[in-house]
């Protein structure tokens, strides 16, 4: 009968205990992940513990896909790190390395200044209207490890919502199909 005979006639002899027995697994894998992310955020200090490089504005160093492990610690951040911080008035966070540091020396709050490597100038630019210097809330953290090209999966999906939606309903069927 094929493929999709098999599968149809696999749906339909799935009984309601099998059924919901399958969205209680499917449940619990989500749930899992859910709870590693959010064990890797307490581990990290970072409300993002890992994002994907989504320019090419930090190459050679890291390319467009790369996937950077972050880590927000007390330690004051110096010029040279590289830093993931967020902008308000914008979702996607951007990766940049620290050129300049100023420390208030009555407060003792670091304000830095960001460019990408890639970058002909600093990135007061792409601040929000007004803001010269990031101060520590903008920061999410810095990179501490990284693993190239396993970002692109993540791109690819938001580039194209398609193949999104396709792999999310073959592997749904896959579970609702599997025999335990």
């Known amino acids: 009968m094929g493929f999709i005979g098999d599968t149809i006639d696999s749906v339909k002899s799935i009984q309601i205990r099998q059924l ?13 992940a859910l709870i590693i992310w959010k064990a ?19 190459e050679p160093g890291f390319k467009r896909g ?21 902008i308000d008035g914008r979702e996607i966070p951007i990766v940049h390395r620290v050129i300049k540091v100023h420390e208030r020396k009555d407060t003792g709050e670091v304000d830095v200044l ?8 600093d990135d007061r630019l792409l601040y ?3 803001q010269m210097w990031l101060n520590r809330h903008h920061i999410m953290g810095r990179a501490v490890g990284f693993l190239p090209y396993v970002g692109w999966v993540t791109i690819i999906m938001t580039e194209k919502p398609i193949i999104k939606y396709v792999l999310i309903g073959a592997l749904g069927l896959l579970v609702i199909t599997s025999k335990d």
């Open 40 to 58: 890797l955020m307490c581990i990290t200090g970072s409300e993002s513990p890992v994002v994907v490089v989504l320019s090419g504005s930090m």
């Open 128 to 130: 929000a209207h007004g």
């Open 20 to 32: 919901l027995s399958q969205a209680v697994s499917l449940g619990m894998i989500v749930t899992s």
């Open 66 to 86: 790369d996937i950077l492990f972050l880590h927000m610690s007390n330690d004051p951040i110096r010029a040279g790190e590289i830093v993931v911080f967020n």
């Open 114 to 121: 960001t460019k990408g490597d890639n970058n002909y100038g």
